[in-house]
């Protein structure tokens, strides 16, 4: 038995083709005892069957085979199941017949509290506790709840059935067939799914209310959520409507499943999962109120639906053939998910939000410990590792670059073809690079390799020399080392107007161009701003000579830049800062260019540039510290006086979210006339919490300034802001609260609000949120950490949420050593 230990995948003598699974919930006990049929095809010779099963009683007598004509029953020798593989390995008496044959095998478990696998999740129904059962399988946790062939290419059909309460609604991927009522217990059966992964099979059983709605083509649609709240399903479900017809047309493909349910889950550890026809959610990501909720929370649920609904054709009717290729589900989901939000909301310009995605791939991918997008991976508990930002966003940005250099059209026309030739089965990053070579001639798979198969990415230098352009690749390191990294690089650029946009493939590490060559002989020379990555449409970075620089900057200040572009530039100019390459002081006088910035994008990121940069001046230059302050201040002064506290009639959704953005960096620079401002409003707030004063989308940077002002000696503030969690009811609500609550600058008040958080008022998954700590606490968060160590691996340890409570608690300690040597001469431009 042993030479199937250790093995990263399953061995292929056995392949199943269609389970017929029982389960029967006991939502007191937190057991479960569930039953499986699974038919097999035995392809080569073999007195084995090995499949996974984890945490899962499986004894001896409860396991036997049945061939094709049912005439013979075999039962195993040996049954053993191997908790570090996670395999079940049934050793038969004799060897099995080649064909078809059912292996049956009846099982318990337990209903855990770890949100993997079949796990419980907690509610209030009439001020009373509740329990429901929900399934989460991504990455390889159906094994939990019942044997299978968890690997994603192991694709079956699936026939369950489930024994619960008679009162609770139970849901599946697919419709109820079924439904027999005896006393107290239900039994509920499904049709039949179509063929796929394990990895997407669901169940959920508790107490829900619904809103319904239908696609042109009559696929009903639900959104779940607990009783007595359905009015806030009603936003997600007009959204999840309109993407499915949207991407039917995009991938001329139909939505494969008759239904389509959504469902808001209160304890759950990622932010949503696609399964099958049964769309299991975080409450903050499904659920919108229209009183309560934010700009921001209702942007959020429109991307993560339209993310989870790509999902069904780029992932669950085409899914990868293993977990190698997670990015192309990830990485094209997300980068679609822009597509479907665009189309739904115009007027928030998503496209140039997309960059934020873009800036944190390549923050990432920038350290020499970075990995590439196609990775090895040898056992199951490595996967949950590349859920993570270069799968999602370089991933999806590696897309865009691509869309962009072929062409739109075609992309999409070579998307759908790759659809249909691997639909109901899977496909490897391969297969749709020879989709998109076949619709475009365009070397795609040469082009792409160099992106995907290896990490980092380069910065292009370009500089300008009489009437040449000089173009230098090298891989980007923010530790300012050199990496050895080689791209074929798509550069695109404009000469002083979006009108003059010339592009080629950067092959070797440097080219030479004269001028003439992309403007031709009559063009008036080369005094004009020219500007690289146009639309920041690829995934590198680029740095400009001194000249090109500060021809470009007076281009920023003129606006005569797009808002991506303007993005870019500001973004490079620091990633570069960052990594030695540029003075501290070019990145300062950069910044002041975009005083009169309106985009929404731009100013974001100029706040949280702004917010790195006085961190890093707060321990580098001590004595400085106030001089930044003061210039980020006056930096948002213009904007702050644009946006005011209160909504302005008819203004824009990005207006809306900008306003909390810019107040709340104002209250953390500590800004005076803000903090006195936000506390005015916090009373108003906590004598009605409906007051027209505090408006959702200033709420937060309410929070944080009432925290900035509270201390271990005066914590009204504090106390007030935990009633107001305490009685919240909308969890985007109490989430805004904890990401405020260890704004103080008081190391105890922190330390009290980092234990609040693993209190029982705050849910597991929602503890993460508040460790969004002042640099004064950084210390404490660090000992904090240490501290409950135990208790934090024991609670998170074998799921990805782990890696926030370390990545939150230690980014703010590691900070760049360049600063020592801040210019003074900066000085001149506060
Ligand atoms: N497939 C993932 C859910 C998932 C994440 C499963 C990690 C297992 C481990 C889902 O499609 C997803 O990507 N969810 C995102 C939200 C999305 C809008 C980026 C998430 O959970 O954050
Ligand atoms: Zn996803």
Redesign the pocket.
């Known amino acids: 038995m042993d030479q199937f230990k250790g093995q990263p995948r399953l061995p292929k003598f056995v392949v199943p083709k269609r389970y017929d699974i029982r389960l029967k919930p006991d939502l007191v006990a937190h057991r479960f005892a569930g039953s499986v049929a699974v038919n097999l095809d035995i392809v080569a010779a073999t007195s084995f069957i090995v499949l996974n099963a984890a945490e899962l009683d499986v004894s001896n007598d409860a396991v036997s085979f049945t061939n094709q004509d049912s005439s013979k029953v075999i039962k195993p020798s040996r049954v053993e199941l191997f908790e570090n593989d996670e395999i079940l390995v049934l050793e038969f008496p004799e060897e099995l017949p080649i064909g078809f044959g059912v292996l049956s095998i009846r099982f318990e478990g337990i209903l855990n509290d770890r949100m993997k696998g079949f796990y419980r999740s907690t509610y209030e129904h009439n001020g009373e506790k509740k329990t429901m059962a929900v399934t989460?399988f991504?990455?390889a946790d159906a094994r939990r709840c019942f044997p299978c062939w968890d690997e994603p290419a192991c694709k079956a059909t699936f026939k369950i059935t489930l024994d619960v309460p008679s009162e609770l609604v139970a849901l599946s991927n697919m419709p109820i067939v079924e439904e027999i009522t005896d006393g107290d217990l239900k039994t509920v059966s499904y049709q039949e799914s179509p063929i796929m992964s394990t990895?997407l099979v669901a169940v959920v059983v508790g107490l829900f209310d619904y809103v319904e709605d239908h696609t042109s083509d009559g696929v009903k649609v639900r959104v779940y959520c607990q009783v007595g709240k359905a009015n806030q399903g009603k936003f997600a479900l007009d959204v999840a409507v309109k993407t499915l017809e949207l991407y039917k047309g995009y991938f001329a493909t139909p939505y494969s499943l008759p239904k389509l349910d959504m469902i808001a889950i209160p304890d759950f550890?990622?932010?949503?999962?696609?399964n099958y026809g049964l769309v299991t959610y975080?409450e903050t990501?499904l659920l919108y109120d229209d009183q309560h909720s934010a700009a921001a929370n209702k942007q959020?649920v429109a991307?993560?639906v339209?993310?989870?609904l790509a999902?069904q054709w780029f992932?669950n009717l085409v899914t990868m053939e293993w977990w190698t290729h997670l990015w192309l589900?990830?990485g094209f989901?997300?980068w679609v998910?822009y597509l479907a939000t665009d189309s739904c909301f115009p007027e928030w310009k998503i496209w140039s939000q997309f960059l934020h995605e873009s800036t944190e791939g390549l923050k990432l991918d920038g350290l020499a410990e970075s990995h590439p997008i196609e990775v090895e991976i040898n056992h199951a508990c490595e996967?949950?590792e590349i859920?993570d930002a270069i799968s999602?966003r370089k991933g999806a940005s590696v897309i865009r670059m691509l869309q962009s250099y072929l062409g739109a059209e075609c992309f999409q026309r070579s998307l759908a073809s790759y659809i249909k030739r691997h639909a109901c089965s899977n496909a490897k990053t391969e297969d749709l690079w020879a989709a998109l070579e076949e619709g475009s001639g365009e070397p795609v798979n040469k082009l792409m390799t160099s992106w995907t198969k290896q990490k980092g990415y380069p910065v292009v230098s370009v500089k300008i020399n009489d009437q040449k352009l000089e173009f230098n690749q090298s891989q980007f390191l923010s530790s300012g080392a050199q990496g050895e990294g080689h791209w074929i690089v798509p550069i695109t650029l404009c000469f002083g107007s979006y009108d003059v946009h010339k592009s080629f493939l950067l092959q070797s590490k440097s080219e030479t161009h004269d001028v003439k060559d992309f403007l031709g002989s009559t063009h008036k020379g080369l005094n004009c701003w020219i500007k690289l990555n146009v639309d920041q449409a690829g995934f590198y970075r680029v740095k400009y000579d001194e000249l090109l620089a500060a021809r470009l900057r007076y281009a920023v200040e003129k606006q005569l830049l797009s808002a991506s572009d303007r993005f870019g530039i500001l973004d490079d100019s620091f990633a570069l800062c960052m990594a030695c390459q540029e003075s501290l002081t070019s990145l300062i006088n950069l910044m002041g260019s975009y005083r009169e910035e309106v985009d929404y994008t731009v100013l974001s990121n100029l706040i949280t540039i702004s917010l790195k940069v006085q961190r890093i001046a707060a321990d580098a230059v001590p004595d400085l510290l106030e001089y930044f302050k003061q210039f980020f201040i006056n930096l948002f002064q213009y904007s702050a006086e644009r946006l005011g506290w209160e909504p302005k009639p008819g203004e824009s959704h990005v207006d809306a979210m900008l306003r909390g953005e810019i107040l709340t960096a104002l209250a953390m620079f500590g800004h005076d006339l803000t903090l006195d401002e936000a506390s005015k409003r916090f009373q108003a707030f906590l004598e009605n919490r409906n007051t027209p004063l505090l408006p959702p989308d200033i709420r937060k940077a309410a929070y944080v300034a009432v925290m900035q002002r509270a201390s271990k000696s005066n914590r009204s503030g504090y106390e007030s802001l935990l009633k107001v969690y305490k009685e919240a009811d909308l969890s985007q609500e109490k989430t805004r609260i904890l990401g405020s609550l260890a704004s103080s600058r008081d190391p105890d008040l922190i330390l009290e609000a980092l234990n609040f958080m693993l209190s029982s008022e705050v849910r597991s998954q929602d503890a993460v949120f508040g460790l969004a700590v002042t640099r004064e606490g950084r210390d404490v968060a660090w000992a904090w950490l240490k501290e409950n160590w135990e208790h934090l691996i024991k609670t998170y340890g074998s799921?990805?949420l782990i890696t926030r409570f370390v990545g939150a608690v230690v980014s703010p300690v590691c900070l760049m050593p360049l600063y020592m040597l801040c210019p003074i001469g900066f000085l001149s431009t506060l």
């Open positions: 989460q991504e990455p990895y550890a990622a932010g949503a999962m696609e975080r990501a959020r991307t993560v339209a993310h989870e999902h992932g589900n990830e989901a997300t998910s996967i949950d859920f999602y799921g990805f």
